[in-house]
């Protein structure tokens, strides 16, 4: 089904390959498909997708109008954020650890820092003047409750995990099997924090040889997106480094990632021991699949990790290897010898068997039991009271922190809800300069802010069941509501007059952003008790 064929090419047809947006979008496709054809087997990759709204729908019809007889799922992530497994029957599961063991994919090794103290500033976003300054141990961080993005984005914690990345990054320039080039992945969550980002490792990334950046996010040019699909076509890329927003995920897998750096937090449900999640295992998948043929060598996969994003159970998942000592950031040496030897996976030889005998040997009573769907969390149902009392922080917090040493794998903040009478008359210069929104105009800042809006109410939908469909436009005007009552007294983003709570809106937007990233209020919100 090539997007510029005629339809009734697909008549001529014995197999049919294309995606499921050929046949929804291309509703031609769809209907010579019902008209024509009487018996269907469909074999549905990525089948944790089946749930999505118009995937379920259009699989629904083909089976009310028996056009189906056979549907074989695969995929390598079953268990989806919001509950829903697809709707079949797990006959085979053949599962990472053996993966790994048969050499089929690369060893992911994990490093993250040992950090011994923070340091936090907390500076008022009217003036920008200092409040308080304190040094805490990292075993109280938590005590403090700064949300694991916003602690992992500040600037001083970010360059420092840049820094460690290009590190290995050089370690792994001396392991690449020819032909192939290194390539550093850096996974953020907002466009914004990926522009950062990109910023930062240009800086830092230069003495590393770090030269040209590929960033890429859904509002970016095409141009530079299919650059990102084609990188796998040539093992020798112009490319350095790769930062993606949510954009590479399943479909895309280039061989000669060899540093994953992680700069947003995955989620996971538990239901009885057992952990459920897409996104993070799918995410480190990009960077697995070996560049070498040859099952002689093992091919390792360097992620560079945080404490304050508690990914253990993440790594335990993907069976992620400890390396037993310490790194000195100064000087990062990987000693191959001291990494533990997976245990080579047993091969067993039943000889040529023929189908009718397989048949017979194949016990569909001993299949692994389908894994029931995990409870989602509680529901929000009252969300526009939780909504309406919800605190912000209105303090923006800067972060040092004192690495002693590299690991490898292995004041409660008040918040203060302002009202208008409570900002202090400033100089508009301090209040752009704290909010960083010097270089805008205030019709800009609003621009800005309605497309953060929108960005927010699309990523929301993402986190929640990867279906960014029509209630995004009820999302959106709930988010502008929320901000129209909460923080821009009354007035909407476009006729707001108040330069100073706009400049403060755009300064906490990430605190919006994290409010509506919580799949129990988006939960709350469409669905009745």
């Keep these: 089904m090539q997007p510029s064929a005629s339809a009734t090419g697909i008549l001529s047809g014995t197999i049919i390959l294309g995606n499921i947006h050929q046949i929804y979008e291309r509703t031609e496709n769809k209907k010579v498909l019902m008209k024509n054809i009487d ?7 990525e089948a944790h997708n089946t749930k999505a709204e118009q995937y379920d729908k259009l699989l629904y019809e083909f089976k009310i109008k028996e056009k189906r007889f056979f549907r074989l799922d695969t995929t390598a992530t079953p268990d989806r954020l919001d509950g829903s497994h697809p709707d079949s029957k797990m006959i085979f599961v053949y599962d990472i650890a053996q993966a790994l063991a048969d050499k089929i994919i690369k060893r992911p090794i994990v490093f993250h820092p040992d950090v011994k103290k923070v340091k936090l500033t907390y500076e008022d976003l009217e003036t920008g003047k200092t409040i308080s300054a304190e040094e805490v141990p990292w075993e109280e961080i938590e005590k403090r409750k700064i949300p694991a993005r916003r602690y992992i984005t500040s600037l001083k914690p970010m360059r420092q995990q840049i820094a460690i990345a290009c590190e ?8 690449t099997p020819e032909p ?10 907002s466009i914004e924090d990926a522009k950062n980002i990109a910023r930062e490792l240009e800086k830092i990334g230069e003495k590393y040889g770090i030269k040209k950046i590929l960033l890429v996010h859904n509002e970016q ?9 084609d990188l796998n076509k040539d093992p020798q ?4 480094a790769v930062v993606s927003v949510l954009m590479l995920r399943e479909g895309w897998d280039v061989r000669n990632i060899s540093v994953v750096l992680l700069f947003r937090k995955f989620c996971y449900k538990e239901v009885d021991g057992q952990k459920f999640s897409v996104y993070g295992p799918q995410v480190i998948g990009r960077g697995l699949r070996r560049m070498s043929k040859s ?5 390792m996969l360097f992620i560079v990790d945080h404490p304050i994003l508690k990914h253990k159970w993440l790594w335990d998942n993907l069976r992620a290897t400890q390396y037993p000592d310490v790194l000195d ?13 997976e245990k080579e996976a047993r091969k067993i030889d039943e000889g040529e068997i023929k189908l009718d005998e397989a048949a017979e040997k194949l016990e569909f009573k001993n299949l692994p039991e389908t894994p029931e769907p995990p409870k989602v969390i509680e529901p929000i149902y009252e969300w526009q009271i939780f909504l309406d009392e919800y605190k912000y922080d209105f303090n923006r917090i800067n972060i040092e922190q004192d690495i002693e040493k590299i690991k490898s794998l292995n004041i409660e903040t008040e918040h203060v809800a302002m009202g208008k009478a409570d900002i202090p008359e400033v100089e508009m210069q301090k209040i752009a300069k704290a909010t960083r929104t010097e270089d805008w105009s205030i019709d800009e800042l609003k621009k800005q802010l309605v497309k953060q809006v929108h960005s927010i109410a699309k990523y929301a939908l993402l986190e929640y069941d990867r279906n960014p469909d029509e209630r995004q436009v009820v999302l ?4 502008r509501h929320h901000i129209k009552r909460r923080l821009l007294n009354g007035s909407d983003i476009e006729d707001s007059t108040d330069e100073v709570l706009l400049r403060r809106l755009w300064a906490i937007i990430d605190q919006v952003r994290d409010l509506f990233l919580r799949p129990e209020l988006i939960e709350g919100i469409f669905t009745k008790k």
């Excluded at 290995?168 to 392991?175: A, D, F, G, P, V």
């Excluded at 099952?295 to 091919?299: A, G, L, M, T």
């Excluded at 959106?476 to 988010?479: E, H, L, N």
């Design 39 to 45: 018996k269907i087997c469909i074999f549905n990759d």
């Design 168 to 175: 290995l990054l050089e370690k792994q320039k001396m392991r």
């Design 180 to 189: 192939y080039k290194p390539l550093l992945f850096l996974i953020t969550f």
């Design 221 to 229: 040019e095409e141009e530079l997106k299919e650059a990102a699909r």
């Design 237 to 240: 890329t112009e490319w350095d």
């Design 295 to 299: 099952p002689d060598q093992w091919e």
């Design 329 to 341: 950031p100064s000087n990062i040496i990987i000693d191959e010898k001291k990494i533990p030897q």
């Design 476 to 479: 959106v005007k709930i988010i």
